[in-house]
């Protein structure tokens, strides 16, 4: 953790590199939410464009295909005006025989000035960011089952801007825990924002075996877990797992843990519905609750750029 | 024909989306026109720019590849100082299951502007159309067999250019009518625009049997169709085609419908000879035609250009 | 060698195409690294962008696929302010049958100013040269065999920076000389600017049999090569190369050609080690020496977009 924490914040305590929700203290997570307040604004303006980034070099290393994820970097970055590369790496010299870090440092030289990565291997970015000279930006668009600390900040924003705060609220994560990096960035990201109550709903399978340590209350049955929360967050199931002995089917699923406006009964009258998309209609979610006024799915796209220009921007701005 | 109307044109009369050149009247076809005159110089300035949609987030959403009228559309909207986003569908979330209305609801939610859209079926823009929230625009950027509206515009602009006005002209248009979105939307653009006689020359199995009902004149030889007329448009003949029962063979097209300088001799003494591109040398065009004087297929490239500025910059400005 | 020289130069004997280092005098490849240094210290700035190419559009037309040099040339490209357009040659029209002719005269008319130019046929960069009207400029980014100028330039550009000047210099390319563009391009430029002596270490099979006319020293033991040298370039081995009967196999040529610290004893105390990229570590270059003190790989790089970004912008101010 210590190791996390030095790698994200330089010596005057500001952001450098974004990996990890993990390490980051209170303030810091609440400063890029204020921060991405002040962006919301601009992706509702005629001129959606800000010019704090001109100038500034981006490449997208998405080293696992990604259309939605990269397209919200690269609208954040051209709507900080950096200039904006993306790079397929699969196609690129590392097919030559180059090494990982003979690539970053082609880049380097190229005078980039942050690296947008996503891997499929845990601690990717982590790994990247140590390797990468002093002048140059890391930030973490999903690592394997690791961390994917963007998309958990957006779920705290859209949580902040519907309900004020954290402290008095109760969270309820659902589904596949065991191999979502969402989920995990999003438990410490919430931990640390200081909301009232954690849960995680999913049959035991796909539950880790540290979740207590985190303070996370664990549930396996759904009803129970939605009890008088505030907001519900949930995961999308991917097709891989239900193909093996973790789950037996789709069907299946969503007949014990799909999220229905019946179930919903259960949580606080003002519940909010969070999803990092793109939803599985009938397999995780019924369409109703998609859909319904519950449903912040949408909004979470907006705020999904808001929070990747400020991270972008505090990044950039924390240089030494 | 209604429903196409109130697609595309907001309470105030304007141009909202553009799907199709059927449904719009002779005046706002003509603004098309003559905006684009003022965006066809841009080209051949030093800095091919205007600030116009400066700001603004356009998003090329092709399901069918065809990098010629991406490249067109990518450029008309630089150089209007938009950004652009070229999403390729294929790779994206709607291989994962995501229904298309939650991919067009995901790009909304990130505040894109515009989408141009290209599709292989019928009726995908203005559905599309149909299905955005009031803040985005839709550009047809051809869909299946119905329609290909810039494509017919810039044709119409290019005519315009070189004979002033549309009310004494006789056009033909040649190639396989059937198939061809192109030629659908030059006959509703044509008609509006009011030449004195519009033909259609191709074999029987290639003429769709509507065609007296839109005053279009049908023949089957090419001499006798080719009899005065002041512009000949050429289409595209695709290769699926002919391995069908529907033609023989490149050669004996060719040979009944190909265009030589022999055959345009039958025409107006200042004939002009227009092809959407990409040209088949041999199949449905010669050579010496298509690199002759009377040959205004490049031109029709650059006021391609235009066109799309103008279209382009015409949707945004008539926001409601 | 006429023919080139008048590709390439205007009337006024300015940089019109820069498609070979080859034909060029001394005075034009001179300002040419002086350019660069004007542009070096772009890529330090804070806003890594001049405004010399507002307004242009160029177009990166990549009939062989290189993500690495692609990249420094957008980057260089979007460093100067233009438009830049990335072709997928083999996704576009040509696969439609339309010829390379139509292509390139379809990206005329849409106001292109600019292509760099990747292929794998020696030639092709003067043969779309001769084709493209007098006002759209071609930079060559590699074809076949041939040639590979911006590399070459870049490389003198990082000798100069080092040594000051080329008069006093020994300097050797070492490898398959035979197949490397690079290495002709090297020779023709170094033998332009007055190196002292130029020299070129391979096995008798990867030597071509021109050498000893263009006054280059042939050694087959590189001990014997690398002798007093100031400066060293390591070609890229080609793993095709080495299945054919050409080379016995990697070790064997790491053993008799790869750079070694222990190899480098032979040469000037100051010597620089330089290399195209993407290295083979332990096929040609031990990696104590490419991440060693006298190594300025990653710095070529860096070069390499100041020498396109100068290129670039001579070819667009030599406009007639």
């Known amino acids: 953790m210590t190791v996390h924490k030095n790698l994200q914040i330089n010596k005057e305590g500001r952001l450098k590199h974004f990996l990890s929700t993990e390490g980051l ?13 002040n962006f919301a604004g601009v992706g509702e303006r005629a001129v959606k464009k800000v010019p704090l980034l001109r100038g500034k070099t981006i490449a997208n290393l998405f080293f696992e295909p990604s259309t939605r994820t990269r397209t919200t970097f690269e609208l954040a970055a051209k709507r900080l005006s950096a200039d904006v590369l993306n790079i397929n790496i699969e196609s690129s010299a590392t097919k030559k025989g ?25 601690g990717a970015a982590h790994f990247i960011a140590s390797l990468v000279s002093s002048g140059v930006r890391i ?15 957006l779920d705290a924003f859209t949580v902040r801007r519907h309900k004020g705060s954290f402290s008095g609220l109760k969270i309820a994560i659902v589904g596949d825990i065991m191999h979502s990096r969402v989920a995990r960035s ?16 999913a049959p035991k399978t796909l539950i880790p075996a540290y979740m207590s340590a985190l303070g996370v209350k664990v549930f396996h049955n759904i009803d129970a877990g939605l009890k008088d929360v505030d907001a519900v967050i949930m995961l999308r199931l991917q097709n891989e797992r239900m193909q093996g002995a973790l789950l037996p089917s789709a069907d299946e699923f969503f007949k014990m843990y799909g999220l229905t406006e019946k179930r919903l009964e259960n949580a606080h009258p003002d519940v909010m519905v969070l999803h990092p998309g793109p939803i599985n209609r009938g397999v995780e979610i019924d369409s109703d609750v998609a859909d319904g006024a519950r449903s912040v ?11 990747r220009m400020a991270v972008m921007s505090m990044c950039m701005g924390g240089s030494e």
Chains 1, 2, 3 share one sequence.
Do not use: W
């Open 25 to 37: 203290s209170r303030e810091l997570l609440t400063e890029i939410l204020d921060n991405a307040e």
């Open 186 to 201: 999003e438990i410490h990201a919430f931990n640390t924002l200081g909301v009232k109550e954690l849960r995680v709903i």
């Open 297 to 307: 799915i949408l909004e979470q796209v907006s705020y999904g750029i808001a929070i």
């Open 98 to 122: 180059e090494s990982l870090l003979d690539t970053l440092q082609t880049l380097e030289a190229m005078h980039c000035d942050m690296f947008v990565v996503r891997h499929a291997n845990s």
């Open 139 to 153: 930030v973490n668009a999903g690592d394997g089952r690791h961390a994917h600390p963007t998309q958990a900040m």
